[in-house]
């Protein structure tokens, strides 16, 4: 998500789960059956109660990360446009922040290798 101001945006992780009070990009995993796209439109509405056209989305970078057993591969999208009001339905709390600033934020460590992609995209 990306404001008129050149802003992204992340979210906290919330108190008792995994990584708690990280911040994160929106999003989540994909389920059997679903396209990157159509788990990212589901997830966005699921947790901040937007809704996005799969037009809107583009796709900007990616990151592979071992996580124990499993290996992760994150999709960063790039979204310009939704409709609907942010909410933090899922999340402790949102912020706009600039992509510099990112840097200085604790962020799980597969979240990390995007932020210098997504300073030069943005």
């Known amino acids: 998500m990306i404001d008129l101001e050149g802003r992204v945006l992340v979210q906290q992780r919330p108190p008792g789960g995994s990584m708690a009070g990280l911040w994160e990009f929106p999003g989540g995993k994909i389920e059997a059956g ?14 901040l109660g937007i809704d996005v056209e799969q037009a809107c989305l583009a796709p900007a970078v990616f990151a592979s990360e071992p996580l124990g057993d499993r290996h992760l591969l994150l999709l960063l999208y790039a979204c310009r446009k939704w409709g609907g009001v942010l909410e933090a339905r899922h999340a402790s709390g949102l912020r706009w922040v600039r992509p510099l600033e990112l840097h200085r934020m604790e962020m799980p460590p597969a979240d990390k290798p995007l932020i210098g992609l997504l300073e030069a995209l943005v």
Do not use: G, K, V, Y
């Open 34 to 47: 679903e396209t990157p796209e159509a788990a990212l439109i589901r997830e966005l509405h699921e947790e």
